[in-house]
């Protein structure tokens, strides 16, 4: 049973969907579960939750589901476009076979069980009759045979799914799966705060940008009419030195618009020292997700110092290198790129949950030149860099100097 003993006088309480009692497809209900007690939180301290980090809060869920049975592979699936399920994380596969694989509603046990909103367990995937078997190749491939798949719901709203699986024949029992539930119920709160405060900065966003519209408008639009207005009154003078005249006047109103609006766009792009490393890092995670569709957030552990530019573009140069290292070799799910200060010195630091190799501390996937680059560059500066891997909780990629601002150089 792959450490699945039932407690006790446990008892199965899953219902099959078949006739087939030892092969069929099992539903849960469990009345009487009890609302996490960090779903009480998120009703009254939501603001809170959003301290964890969406992408490390997946990764973590799936590794405390993996323990509770000491199962050989957990999954986490996240409903996207078209009420698509994707897989965003993973734990313990020996392939990719199931990374990133969409599962419509009701296809596979994980489709089942975001369509019932009930979790839903086999014992032998490959030959239950109680799913379908669109997925059969891919799960051969990870040779898994019990699996149990829990929605994430919060309010009625199933966000996606969570599974474990053993690669022997295995059955699920109360208690395993009620702790499972448990987890996916925390992780769907950690979700939705998440897109709260990301709802919360787009409206921030929008508001700042509706003020500088309206502020563009109120000082460009008067000059703009005047000058519409003397030029209509061009054709009443007779004079061409007059009508030369106006149009010096004319002239000099345009230039003076021309400046103002220069003036507001360069305070729309211009961008403080301290925000420099900042937001250049924000930036290059953002493209990263739009090139490979692999999450990578960016968590600001402390404030910036104003740093010179021969700092941020160190650092900023070990982040890109990092970044396109994961996109090529490392089949990761997710990266987390952080950035601290701490006793006069200036990290970030970038982890990924893809393939690494077991005890190893170097750079070790790769040609490796760009991070060698990178870590020239930031030793010449009297800083340097790390990277420690193993194969089962990716790579994570350190680089620091120390925090001496642009005023003294």
């Not at 979790?119 to 799960?139: C, K, N």
């Not at 090529?328 to 990290?347: E, I, N, P």
Request: hydrophobic share 40%; charged share 25%; with cysteine.
């Amino acid at each position: 049973m792959n450490g699945l003993p039932k407690a006790p006088g446990e008892e199965d309480q899953g219902k099959p969907v078949s006739e087939s009692m030892h092969t069929a497809a099992y539903e849960f209900t469990h009345a009487d579960f009890r609302t996490s007690i960090l779903d009480d939180l998120a009703l009254s301290r939501a603001e809170l939750l959003v301290l964890t980090d969406e992408a490390s809060a997946m990764t973590t869920a799936g590794q405390r589901v993996r323990e509770i049975g000491n199962f050989d592979m957990s999954l986490i699936g996240r409903i996207e476009v078209n009420g698509m399920m994707v897989h965003r994380s993973w734990q313990g596969t020996k392939s990719n076979a199931l990374h990133r694989l969409v599962v419509p509603e009701g296809i596979g046990l994980g489709g089942k069980s975001i369509m019932l909103q009930k979790p839903v367990w086999v014992r032998d995937y490959l030959s239950d009759p109680g799913i379908t078997h669109d997925f059969d190749a891919l799960v051969a491939k990870e040779s898994l045979r019990g699996m149990l798949a829990v929605p994430m719901a919060y309010e009625g709203c199933v966000l996606g799914a969570v599974y474990v699986g053993t690669r022997e024949y295995s059955s699920f029992g109360d208690r395993v799966i009620a702790e499972i539930q448990s987890i996916a119920e925390t992780a769907a709160v950690t979700l939705i705060s998440a897109q709260r405060a990301a709802t919360q900065t787009e409206l921030a966003l929008e508001a700042e940008r509706k003020r500088l519209a309206e502020s563009l408008h109120d000082s460009v639009s008067p000059v703009l009419f005047r000058i519409g207005a003397e030029l209509q009154s061009l054709r009443a003078l007779g004079d061409a030195q007059a009508i030369h005249d106006r149009l010096q006047e004319i002239t000099d109103q345009v230039h003076a618009v021309n400046a103002s609006i220069r003036r507001s766009l360069t305070g729309l792009t211009a961008r403080p020292p301290e925000r420099e490393l900042p937001v250049g890092i924000e930036e290059d995670c953002q493209a990263f997700t739009l090139r490979t569709g692999i999450p990578a957030r960016f968590v600001p552990l402390t404030e910036s110092p104003d740093l010179d530019v021969s700092r941020v573009e160190a650092l900023q140069r070990l982040v890109r290198e990092t970044l396109v290292n994961v996109e090529k070799h490392a089949d990761a799910s997710t990266v987390v790129v952080s950035l601290s200060v701490r006793s006069g010195r200036v990290t970030v630091v970038i982890s990924d949950d893809g393939r690494g190799v077991d005890g190893v501390e170097a750079p070790v996937r790769g040609s490796q030149l760009g991070l060698g680059f990178a870590a020239g560059r930031l030793e010449r500066l009297g800083g340097g860099m790390s990277v420690v891997s193993d194969d089962e909780n990716g790579t994570t990629v350190r680089g620091w100097v120390d925090a001496i601002d642009g005023s003294s150089t």
